[in-house]
Protein backbone atom coordinates (compact mmCIF):
# COMPACT_ATOMS: atom_id res chain seq x y z
CA UNK A 1 0.00 0.00 0.00
CA UNK A 2 1.12 3.82 -1.08
CA UNK A 3 1.50 6.49 1.43
CA UNK A 4 -0.84 8.44 -1.15
CA UNK A 5 -2.58 8.12 -4.14
CA UNK A 6 -1.11 8.97 -7.33
CA UNK A 7 -1.88 11.47 -9.49
CA UNK A 8 -3.51 11.19 -12.81
CA UNK A 9 -2.88 14.56 -15.04
CA UNK A 10 -3.78 15.35 -18.27
CA UNK A 11 -0.21 14.19 -20.20
CA UNK A 12 -0.94 10.73 -18.62
CA UNK A 13 -4.39 9.96 -19.44
CA UNK A 14 -3.59 11.36 -23.22
CA UNK A 15 -0.46 9.21 -23.68
CA UNK A 16 -2.32 5.96 -22.43
CA UNK A 17 -5.22 6.69 -24.54
CA UNK A 18 -2.63 7.16 -27.68
CA UNK A 19 -0.94 3.73 -27.07
CA UNK A 20 -3.63 2.05 -26.75
CA UNK A 21 -5.65 3.55 -29.92
CA UNK A 22 -2.81 2.69 -32.19
CA UNK A 23 -2.95 -0.81 -30.92
CA UNK A 24 -6.73 -1.29 -31.26
CA UNK A 25 -5.86 -0.05 -34.82
CA UNK A 26 -3.11 -2.25 -35.69
CA UNK A 27 -4.86 -5.16 -34.11
CA UNK A 28 -8.54 -4.37 -36.61
CA UNK A 29 -6.04 -4.47 -39.49
CA UNK A 30 -4.49 -7.80 -39.28
CA UNK A 31 -7.50 -9.15 -37.48
CA UNK A 32 -5.26 -10.41 -34.51
CA UNK A 33 -6.70 -10.44 -31.37
CA UNK A 34 -3.09 -9.63 -29.82
CA UNK A 35 -1.39 -6.71 -30.64
CA UNK A 36 1.77 -7.47 -33.10
CA UNK A 37 4.98 -8.24 -32.18
CA UNK A 38 6.11 -4.97 -33.38
CA UNK A 39 4.34 -2.88 -31.18
CA UNK A 40 6.09 -2.44 -27.74
CA UNK A 41 4.09 -3.32 -25.16
CA UNK A 42 4.75 -0.36 -22.51
CA UNK A 43 6.38 -0.55 -19.35
CA UNK A 44 4.47 -0.09 -16.23
CA UNK A 45 4.55 2.71 -14.70
CA UNK A 46 4.24 3.14 -11.01
CA UNK A 47 2.70 5.90 -8.98
CA UNK A 48 6.62 6.97 -8.20
CA UNK A 49 7.36 6.62 -12.03
CA UNK A 50 8.56 9.84 -13.61
CA UNK A 51 5.39 12.37 -14.34
CA UNK A 52 3.49 9.80 -12.37
CA UNK A 53 1.89 8.01 -14.94
CA UNK A 54 0.53 4.56 -14.98
CA UNK A 55 0.19 1.77 -17.60
CA UNK A 56 -3.12 1.98 -19.83
CA UNK A 57 -5.98 -0.79 -18.98
CA UNK A 58 -5.64 -3.63 -21.27
CA UNK A 59 -7.89 -3.82 -24.26
CA UNK A 60 -11.60 -5.06 -22.85
CA UNK A 61 -11.51 -8.66 -24.64
CA UNK A 62 -14.80 -10.78 -25.05
CA UNK A 63 -15.23 -14.33 -23.43
CA UNK A 64 -16.84 -16.47 -25.36
CA UNK A 65 -20.97 -15.69 -25.18
CA UNK A 66 -20.36 -12.16 -24.21
CA UNK A 67 -20.67 -9.07 -26.79
CA UNK A 68 -17.19 -6.49 -26.34
CA UNK A 69 -18.60 -3.46 -25.20
CA UNK A 70 -17.68 -0.70 -27.72
CA UNK A 71 -15.87 2.59 -26.76
CA UNK A 72 -17.89 5.58 -28.72
CA UNK A 73 -16.36 6.83 -31.22
CA UNK A 74 -13.68 4.48 -31.20
CA UNK A 75 -14.16 1.26 -34.19
CA UNK A 76 -14.53 -1.60 -33.09
CA UNK A 77 -12.10 -4.55 -33.76
CA UNK A 78 -12.50 -7.12 -36.29
CA UNK A 79 -15.34 -4.65 -37.70
CA UNK A 80 -15.84 -4.80 -41.40
CA UNK A 81 -16.57 -1.56 -43.23
CA UNK A 82 -20.38 -1.48 -45.10
CA UNK A 83 -20.47 -2.04 -48.19
CA UNK A 84 -23.03 -0.86 -50.85
CA UNK A 85 -25.44 -3.13 -52.52
CA UNK A 86 -25.06 -3.43 -56.57
CA UNK A 87 -27.49 -2.75 -58.45
CA UNK A 88 -28.19 -5.96 -59.39
CA UNK A 89 -28.82 -7.08 -55.92
CA UNK A 90 -31.20 -4.06 -55.12
CA UNK A 91 -33.12 -4.59 -58.74
CA UNK A 92 -34.92 -7.85 -57.50
CA UNK A 93 -35.51 -6.61 -53.89
CA UNK A 94 -37.22 -3.42 -55.38
CA UNK A 95 -39.40 -6.24 -57.98
CA UNK A 96 -40.29 -7.92 -54.97
CA UNK A 97 -41.74 -4.89 -52.98
CA UNK A 98 -43.37 -3.85 -56.08
CA UNK A 99 -45.22 -7.42 -56.21
CA UNK A 100 -45.90 -7.22 -52.52
CA UNK A 101 -47.65 -3.89 -52.95
CA UNK A 102 -49.69 -4.96 -55.64
CA UNK A 103 -50.66 -7.93 -53.92
CA UNK A 104 -51.66 -5.48 -51.21
CA UNK A 105 -54.02 -4.01 -53.42
CA UNK A 106 -57.72 -5.01 -52.66
CA UNK A 107 -59.39 -6.15 -55.34
CA UNK A 108 -62.54 -3.76 -56.53
CA UNK A 109 -66.22 -4.99 -55.49
CA UNK A 110 -68.29 -5.73 -58.58
CA UNK A 111 -71.82 -5.74 -57.28
CA UNK A 112 -74.22 -8.51 -57.97
CA UNK A 113 -76.14 -7.53 -60.45
CA UNK A 114 -73.14 -6.88 -62.58
CA UNK A 115 -73.10 -3.36 -62.77
CA UNK A 116 -69.49 -1.88 -62.80
CA UNK A 117 -69.66 1.27 -60.16
CA UNK A 118 -68.75 4.35 -61.69
CA UNK A 119 -64.90 5.79 -60.57
CA UNK A 120 -64.40 7.38 -57.82
CA UNK A 121 -63.38 11.13 -58.30
CA UNK A 122 -60.07 12.01 -56.46
CA UNK A 123 -60.69 15.06 -53.73
CA UNK A 124 -59.33 18.20 -55.20
CA UNK A 125 -60.70 17.27 -58.89
CA UNK A 126 -63.44 18.33 -60.50
CA UNK A 127 -65.86 16.32 -62.08
CA UNK A 128 -66.13 16.61 -65.81
CA UNK A 129 -68.64 15.57 -68.13
CA UNK A 130 -67.13 15.21 -71.45
CA UNK A 131 -70.53 15.87 -72.91
CA UNK A 132 -71.58 19.19 -70.75
CA UNK A 133 -71.02 22.39 -72.02
CA UNK A 134 -68.58 25.06 -71.77
CA UNK A 135 -67.75 25.96 -67.78
CA UNK A 136 -68.05 29.58 -66.95
CA UNK A 137 -65.70 32.15 -68.58
CA UNK A 138 -65.38 29.99 -71.34
CA UNK A 139 -66.29 29.80 -74.98
CA UNK A 140 -66.26 26.49 -76.07
CA UNK A 141 -66.30 27.28 -79.65
CA UNK A 142 -62.48 27.00 -81.26
CA UNK A 143 -63.75 29.28 -84.31
CA UNK A 144 -64.36 31.92 -82.19
CA UNK A 145 -61.78 35.09 -83.31
CA UNK A 146 -60.19 36.55 -80.65
CA UNK A 147 -60.58 40.61 -80.08
CA UNK A 148 -59.16 42.42 -82.69
CA UNK A 149 -58.58 39.21 -85.16
CA UNK A 150 -62.36 39.67 -86.91
CA UNK A 151 -62.87 40.34 -90.15
CA UNK A 152 -64.65 43.30 -91.40
CA UNK A 153 -67.67 42.61 -93.65
CA UNK A 154 -67.84 44.30 -96.59
CA UNK A 155 -70.34 47.33 -97.03
CA UNK A 156 -73.66 46.57 -98.22
CA UNK A 157 -74.39 47.87 -101.84
CA UNK A 158 -77.46 50.12 -101.17
CA UNK A 159 -79.34 49.46 -104.31
CA UNK A 160 -78.54 45.88 -103.69
CA UNK A 161 -80.61 46.11 -100.70
CA UNK A 162 -83.43 47.95 -101.94
CA UNK A 163 -83.83 45.63 -104.63
CA UNK A 164 -83.88 42.48 -102.50
CA UNK A 165 -86.41 44.57 -99.83
CA UNK A 166 -88.68 44.54 -102.86
CA UNK A 167 -88.46 41.20 -104.48
CA UNK A 168 -88.93 39.83 -100.38
CA UNK A 169 -91.82 42.26 -100.65
CA UNK A 170 -92.86 41.18 -103.78
CA UNK A 171 -93.08 37.41 -102.33
CA UNK A 172 -95.22 38.06 -99.90
CA UNK A 173 -97.68 40.02 -101.88
CA UNK A 174 -100.93 38.91 -102.59
CA UNK A 175 -101.43 37.08 -106.25
CA UNK A 176 -103.56 39.69 -108.38
CA UNK A 177 -107.05 38.73 -109.51
CA UNK A 178 -107.69 37.26 -113.06
CA UNK A 179 -111.53 38.48 -113.45
CA UNK A 180 -112.38 35.01 -115.86
CA UNK A 181 -114.45 33.68 -113.11
CA UNK A 182 -117.45 35.92 -114.39
CA UNK A 183 -118.82 39.07 -113.45
CA UNK A 184 -121.92 40.50 -111.64
CA UNK A 185 -123.42 43.77 -112.20
CA UNK A 186 -124.57 45.51 -109.23
CA UNK A 187 -127.80 47.08 -108.66
CA UNK A 188 -127.61 48.17 -105.33
CA UNK A 189 -124.57 49.09 -103.04
CA UNK A 190 -123.37 45.65 -101.40
CA UNK A 191 -122.78 46.35 -97.47
CA UNK A 192 -119.64 43.96 -95.26
CA UNK A 193 -121.39 43.75 -91.79
CA UNK A 194 -119.04 45.09 -88.76
CA UNK A 195 -116.70 41.87 -88.29
CA UNK A 196 -117.99 40.24 -91.44
CA UNK A 197 -115.91 38.94 -94.34
CA UNK A 198 -116.79 39.30 -98.49
CA UNK A 199 -114.52 37.31 -100.24
CA UNK A 200 -115.18 38.17 -104.20
CA UNK A 201 -113.43 34.91 -105.36
CA UNK A 202 -112.08 37.36 -107.73
CA UNK A 203 -115.50 37.94 -109.97
CA UNK A 204 -115.66 41.15 -111.23
CA UNK A 205 -118.77 43.50 -109.96
CA UNK A 206 -119.84 46.16 -112.23
CA UNK A 207 -121.84 49.40 -110.95
CA UNK A 208 -125.51 49.24 -112.83
CA UNK A 209 -127.15 52.37 -113.74
CA UNK A 210 -128.99 53.35 -110.09
CA UNK A 211 -125.68 53.02 -108.22
CA UNK A 212 -123.86 55.32 -110.71
CA UNK A 213 -121.89 56.05 -113.55
CA UNK A 214 -118.55 56.16 -112.36
CA UNK A 215 -118.25 59.96 -113.87
CA UNK A 216 -116.60 62.59 -111.58
CA UNK A 217 -120.76 63.82 -110.15
CA UNK A 218 -120.90 64.18 -106.56
CA UNK A 219 -123.69 61.81 -105.04
CA UNK A 220 -122.34 58.27 -106.52
CA UNK A 221 -122.88 54.91 -104.39
CA UNK A 222 -120.56 52.75 -103.51
CA UNK A 223 -120.17 49.08 -104.55
CA UNK A 224 -118.80 48.05 -101.60
CA UNK A 225 -119.50 49.47 -97.81
CA UNK A 226 -117.76 48.03 -95.34
CA UNK A 227 -118.52 48.83 -91.41
CA UNK A 228 -116.34 48.72 -88.85
CA UNK A 229 -114.21 45.02 -88.82
CA UNK A 230 -115.08 44.09 -91.83
CA UNK A 231 -112.70 42.50 -94.29
CA UNK A 232 -113.07 42.33 -98.15
CA UNK A 233 -111.17 39.78 -99.87
CA UNK A 234 -110.75 38.99 -103.94
CA UNK A 235 -112.56 41.92 -105.90
CA UNK A 236 -112.04 43.39 -109.33
CA UNK A 237 -114.27 46.57 -109.66
CA UNK A 238 -115.00 46.59 -113.51
CA UNK A 239 -116.46 50.15 -115.34
CA UNK A 240 -118.12 51.79 -114.27
CA UNK A 241 -117.19 51.49 -110.66
CA UNK A 242 -119.68 54.05 -109.50
CA UNK A 243 -117.61 55.33 -106.48
CA UNK A 244 -115.62 52.17 -105.33
CA UNK A 245 -115.72 51.51 -101.97
CA UNK A 246 -116.54 53.36 -98.58
CA UNK A 247 -115.26 52.50 -95.21
CA UNK A 248 -116.94 53.04 -91.79
CA UNK A 249 -114.06 52.27 -88.99
CA UNK A 250 -111.29 49.82 -89.03
CA UNK A 251 -111.21 47.69 -92.46
CA UNK A 252 -109.55 45.58 -94.16
CA UNK A 253 -108.79 45.39 -97.85
CA UNK A 254 -106.83 42.56 -99.45
CA UNK A 255 -106.20 41.54 -103.12
CA UNK A 256 -108.66 44.56 -104.73
CA UNK A 257 -108.22 45.10 -108.71
CA UNK A 258 -109.93 48.85 -109.81
CA UNK A 259 -110.03 48.42 -113.64
CA UNK A 260 -111.52 52.03 -113.86
CA UNK A 261 -110.87 54.00 -110.53
CA UNK A 262 -114.50 55.85 -111.58
CA UNK A 263 -115.09 58.82 -109.39
CA UNK A 264 -112.35 57.18 -106.46
CA UNK A 265 -111.39 53.71 -105.93
CA UNK A 266 -111.83 54.23 -101.89
CA UNK A 267 -113.35 56.53 -99.90
CA UNK A 268 -112.28 56.16 -95.84
CA UNK A 269 -115.48 58.07 -94.19
CA UNK A 270 -114.84 57.79 -90.37
CA UNK A 271 -112.31 57.36 -88.14
CA UNK A 272 -109.92 54.23 -87.92
CA UNK A 273 -107.48 52.17 -89.15
CA UNK A 274 -107.84 50.59 -93.08
CA UNK A 275 -105.41 48.51 -94.81
CA UNK A 276 -105.34 47.98 -98.17
CA UNK A 277 -102.80 44.87 -99.22
CA UNK A 278 -102.23 43.77 -103.09
CA UNK A 279 -104.13 45.00 -106.31
CA UNK A 280 -104.17 47.72 -108.70
CA UNK A 281 -105.96 51.11 -109.68
CA UNK A 282 -105.89 52.69 -113.27
CA UNK A 283 -107.74 55.47 -115.16
CA UNK A 284 -108.92 57.74 -112.66
CA UNK A 285 -109.58 61.58 -113.62
CA UNK A 286 -108.99 62.73 -109.85
CA UNK A 287 -107.38 60.82 -107.09
CA UNK A 288 -107.05 57.17 -105.88
CA UNK A 289 -107.65 57.36 -102.41
CA UNK A 290 -110.15 59.80 -100.37
CA UNK A 291 -109.58 60.54 -96.80
CA UNK A 292 -112.45 62.27 -95.14
CA UNK A 293 -111.81 61.34 -91.76
CA UNK A 294 -108.69 61.24 -89.17
CA UNK A 295 -107.64 57.89 -89.62
CA UNK A 296 -104.48 55.81 -90.48
CA UNK A 297 -104.29 54.59 -93.66
CA UNK A 298 -101.55 51.54 -95.09
CA UNK A 299 -101.31 50.68 -98.39
CA UNK A 300 -98.60 47.84 -99.48
CA UNK A 301 -97.93 46.12 -102.50
CA UNK A 302 -100.42 48.27 -104.67
CA UNK A 303 -99.58 49.42 -108.29
CA UNK A 304 -101.66 52.54 -109.51
CA UNK A 305 -101.19 54.33 -112.71
CA UNK A 306 -102.66 57.25 -114.73
CA UNK A 307 -104.69 59.62 -112.47
CA UNK A 308 -103.99 62.97 -110.70
CA UNK A 309 -103.40 61.93 -107.01
CA UNK A 310 -102.48 58.38 -105.51
CA UNK A 311 -103.83 59.87 -102.08
CA UNK A 312 -105.93 62.67 -101.28
CA UNK A 313 -107.14 64.28 -97.54
CA UNK A 314 -109.87 66.42 -98.05
CA UNK A 315 -109.66 70.08 -98.99
CA UNK A 316 -109.26 72.17 -96.58
CA UNK A 317 -109.77 69.93 -93.56
CA UNK A 318 -106.74 70.22 -90.67
CA UNK A 319 -107.46 67.11 -88.80
CA UNK A 320 -104.57 64.49 -88.60
CA UNK A 321 -104.13 61.43 -91.20
CA UNK A 322 -101.29 59.24 -91.29
CA UNK A 323 -100.32 57.76 -94.62
CA UNK A 324 -98.01 54.78 -94.80
CA UNK A 325 -96.82 53.39 -98.41
CA UNK A 326 -95.04 50.05 -98.37
CA UNK A 327 -93.39 48.28 -101.58
CA UNK A 328 -95.65 50.00 -104.04
CA UNK A 329 -95.18 50.90 -107.90
CA UNK A 330 -96.90 54.53 -109.14
CA UNK A 331 -96.64 56.35 -111.60
CA UNK A 332 -98.17 59.15 -114.14
CA UNK A 333 -99.85 60.67 -111.14
CA UNK A 334 -100.35 64.22 -112.28
CA UNK A 335 -100.24 66.24 -109.28
CA UNK A 336 -98.92 64.39 -106.64
CA UNK A 337 -98.58 61.34 -104.61
CA UNK A 338 -99.95 62.61 -101.43
CA UNK A 339 -101.69 65.68 -100.71
CA UNK A 340 -102.96 67.47 -97.72
CA UNK A 341 -104.20 71.11 -96.59
CA UNK A 342 -103.21 69.90 -93.06
CA UNK A 343 -99.63 70.97 -91.35
CA UNK A 344 -99.72 67.79 -88.61
CA UNK A 345 -100.66 65.01 -91.16
CA UNK A 346 -97.93 62.47 -92.07
CA UNK A 347 -96.51 60.53 -94.51
CA UNK A 348 -94.15 57.54 -94.62
CA UNK A 349 -93.10 56.12 -98.40
CA UNK A 350 -90.51 53.15 -97.93
CA UNK A 351 -89.52 50.57 -100.81
CA UNK A 352 -91.25 51.78 -103.68
CA UNK A 353 -90.89 52.40 -106.98
CA UNK A 354 -92.30 55.83 -108.66
CA UNK A 355 -92.02 57.73 -112.28
CA UNK A 356 -93.61 60.22 -113.95
CA UNK A 357 -95.17 62.65 -111.07
CA UNK A 358 -96.54 65.79 -111.06
CA UNK A 359 -95.19 68.55 -113.97
CA UNK A 360 -91.54 67.83 -112.40
CA UNK A 361 -91.70 64.05 -113.05
CA UNK A 362 -90.67 63.88 -108.99
CA UNK A 363 -93.02 65.69 -107.28
CA UNK A 364 -94.01 63.21 -104.71
CA UNK A 365 -95.77 65.74 -102.04
CA UNK A 366 -98.64 68.78 -102.06
CA UNK A 367 -98.08 70.74 -99.06
CA UNK A 368 -97.21 68.59 -97.19
CA UNK A 369 -95.28 69.73 -94.17
CA UNK A 370 -91.49 68.77 -94.74
CA UNK A 371 -91.29 67.74 -91.09
CA UNK A 372 -93.72 64.87 -91.51
CA UNK A 373 -92.45 63.09 -94.11
CA UNK A 374 -90.40 60.27 -94.16
CA UNK A 375 -88.64 58.37 -97.05
CA UNK A 376 -86.52 54.76 -97.20
CA UNK A 377 -85.38 52.65 -99.90
CA UNK A 378 -87.75 54.01 -102.92
CA UNK A 379 -86.56 54.10 -106.37
CA UNK A 380 -87.36 56.67 -109.03
CA UNK A 381 -87.55 54.99 -112.49
Known amino acids: MYG ?75 AQPPQQPTAAAQEPATQTAMAQEADAQPEEAIPEDGEVPDPVTPQGVPDVDPQAGPM ?57 RAGDTFDGECRRFVAGRAVGDGSQAEGQDPVFRLERGATLLNVVLGSPAADGIHTYGDATLRNITWEDIGEDALTIKQRGTVRLDGGSAQDGADKVFQ ?44 EAIFRTDSRSSTVTM ?31 Y
Not at 35 to 51: H, K, L, N, R, Y
Not at 150 to 171: F, L, N, R
Request: charged residues 15%; negative net charge.
Open 291 to 334: INAASTFHVSNFRATNAGKFIRQNGGTGFTIHVHIDNCDISRMK
Open 350 to 380: TNTRYSRIGPGGDDLWKDVNPANITTSNNTQ
Open 4 to 78: CRPTLGPETIQGALGVWLGWALVAGGCGADEPPASVEQPAAMTASGAGGQHAPPPAPTATPGQTATQTPGVPAPN
Open 136 to 192: DGESGDPSEELPGESEEEPAEDPGEAAAEAQEEASAEAPETCDPSSGSTTVNATIVV
